[in-house]
């Protein structure tokens, strides 16, 4: 079946230290979305992508797709200690389902 | 206020019993889903329901029963608990169809003891 592996599986930075993560899957996806789970909480939507190598910004995350429609990243410039928790991506292909990524679990350190 | 509301919040229990999870949207959504999140935090989905409809059970154990008495609520019952079982359930829902967002429950974290 569909496998969406993201990397890396933890990631500690330093408050102000950039951070990446990254997202493939082994099928073509429709679109992707990337959610955002706070400790303790629940994913939140943060954005989609649809089109073969779009780019997103909101405010210090940018968000890829790339061309192949096959992986996805997303990029924090300057952490900040909000900015901890788990991100995932996922792909909604209207089956009724939402494929999430394994997952990257970030700490921000102050 | 809350979109998508799930009851308890926290459940611990013995091992061979039975209980429930309700979930709740006030989203005006037709689909539903339960998801389980395990320890390493993997989301996987157990069951998708449209319009009160069943259709996805992606290869739950029989133990699991999920029931949608109308669309805008999704309840869960799980008999003969067992420590595996262990784990945090969320309960979403979307507008159904190809780019739209899911909106999550706050979750259930279950322990069998």
């Known amino acids: 079946g569909q496998q969406v592996m993201q990397i890396p599986q933890y990631q500690h930075v330093q408050e102000g230290e950039d951070f990446t993560t990254y997202c493939n899957s082994s099928t073509t996806l429709s679109n992707i979305q990337w959610y955002k789970q706070r400790p303790g909480g629940h994913p939140v939507f943060l954005i989609q992508?649809?089109?073969?190598?779009e780019v997103k910004k909101q405010k210090r995350l940018t968000f890829q797709f790339g061309e192949a429609k096959k992986n996805s990243s997303l990029h924090i410039t300057a952490t900040q200690t909000t900015d901890v928790g788990t991100y995932f991506c996922a792909e909604n292909s209207g089956t009724y389902k939402y494929i999430f990524g394994t997952g990257t679990r970030l700490k921000v350190l102050a | 206020d809350t979109a998508v509301s799930q009851t308890p919040k926290y459940l611990v229990t013995q091992m061979g019993n039975d209980k429930s999870i309700k979930c709740e949207q006030n989203?005006?959504?037709?689909?539903m889903y339960w998801y389980k999140q395990d320890s390493k935090k993997f989301l996987k989905i157990m069951f998708s329901?449209?319009?009160?409809?069943?259709?996805i059970n992606e290869t739950v154990p029989n133990r699991f029963s999920p029931k949608s008495p109308d669309k805008a609520h999704l309840n869960l019952h799980i008999n003969s608990l067992e420590l595996g079982d262990s784990a945090v359930y969320f309960c979403a829902s979307s507008p159904g169809g190809r780019n739209t967002e899911a909106f999550f429950g706050q979750g259930t974290r279950l322990t069998v003891v």
């Open positions: 989203l005006g959504h037709d689909t």
């Open positions: 992508l649809v089109k073969s190598g």
């Open positions: 329901y449209n319009n009160k409809e069943l259709i």
